[in-house]
């Protein structure tokens, strides 16, 4: 059985604090009578582009170590099919959404069994044991993923340990993968940026940052240059907040809102993820937020 045994919980770089002044928001509530100041930058800051290093790559899978990054990010999204496939074999009872922070030291394989899958799948290298290294939290989200795609966009992900089961081609009952723990700042927002690490989904992406987005507009999404296009038309940000203030009236929800999308920004920044598509959805959906915050604090 492969251990993994590391001295302590692999840890991101802390470079995704904003550098950029906050702006204050006087927003309302429906259950406040008196303004409460927001504190939001008005942009949210990207970090200095850094190249994934190759050598992280090759530790994962060195029948790569000299293969030029973009081909490798090519190569798997045409395996994406397969990788989720493998994802969805894990058996979730067997497979926890979390582990208390306690048991991660003596736990350092985790052995699942395999559910029957419609594709041929490509199961996952490693499973990560998410956490927030500034908080005393008592348990770590379980996330099971492929080494390669986080090694591959990642430039801030430290070099992750091979797997021996990497491929898996004669598992059929069951796949014992590493835990590997690692600090980020937000666990909770991780699913949307690891979903787009394997499907890169600009409409998928914007559902999940903005809520009830309308289908009709993600329909539009047909191409990056659809989404800038977006970003650039005034009238175009105005209707998708309007719209947003409609779907998630108040401003606590929206509130909400703003902090899920900044949170999936800290993430992406603390990993280094330097994608132009993940970027343009965050702008997106944080212009439309900003924008439906203040179209409901003039509505009060």
């Known amino acids: 059985m492969f251990q993994v045994r590391p001295a302590h919980p692999i840890q991101t770089k802390a470079i995704w604090d904003s550098e950029d002044a906050p702006t204050s928001f006087t927003m309302f509530s429906p259950q406040q ?9 008005r942009t949210l800051q990207r970090s200095p582009y850094a190249e994934v290093p190759p050598q992280n790559v090759a530790a994962v899978a060195p029948e790569l170590a000299s293969v030029a990054i973009e081909y490798v990010r090519r190569g798997l999204r045409v395996q994406v099919n397969q990788m989720l496939a493998g994802i969805s074999a894990l058996s979730p009872s067997h497979l926890p959404s979390s582990m ?16 029957a899958s419609s594709h041929a799948p490509s199961y996952p290298t490693h499973i990560l044991a998410l956490s927030r290294s500034s908080s005393q939290d008592s348990s770590a989200l379980l996330v099971a993923t492929h080494a390669i795609v986080l090694a591959s966009h990642c430039a801030s992900l430290p070099r992750l340990p091979p797997s021996p089961v990497s491929g898996h081609p004669n598992a059929t009952v069951s796949v014992t993968l590493p835990v590997l723990p690692l600090s980020i700042p937000s666990p909770a927002a991780f699913a949307p940026l690891h979903a787009f690490l394997y499907t890169h989904s600009i409409p998928q992406l914007l559902s999940t940052l903005v809520p009830a987005i309308p289908a009709s507009f993600l329909s539009t999404l047909t191409s990056p ?76």
Do not use: F, K
């Open 100 to 115: 208390p922070r306690s048991q991660l030291q003596q736990t350092r394989s985790l052995t699942v069994p395999l559910r």
């Open 225 to 300: 240059q659809a989404l800038r296009g977006t970003l650039a038309s005034g009238p175009s940000l105005h209707r998708l907040s309007s719209h947003l203030v409609s779907s998630a009236p108040g401003m606590g929800a929206l509130t909400g809102v703003a902090q899920n999308i900044a949170a999936v920004w800290r993430n992406a920044v603390a990993l280094g993820v330097h994608d132009p598509d993940l970027w343009d959805c965050l702008d997106l959906a944080w212009e439309v937020v900003l924008g439906a915050m203040n179209l409901g604090a003039g509505a009060h």
């Open 33 to 41: 009578s008196y303004p409460s100041n927001v504190q939001l930058p």
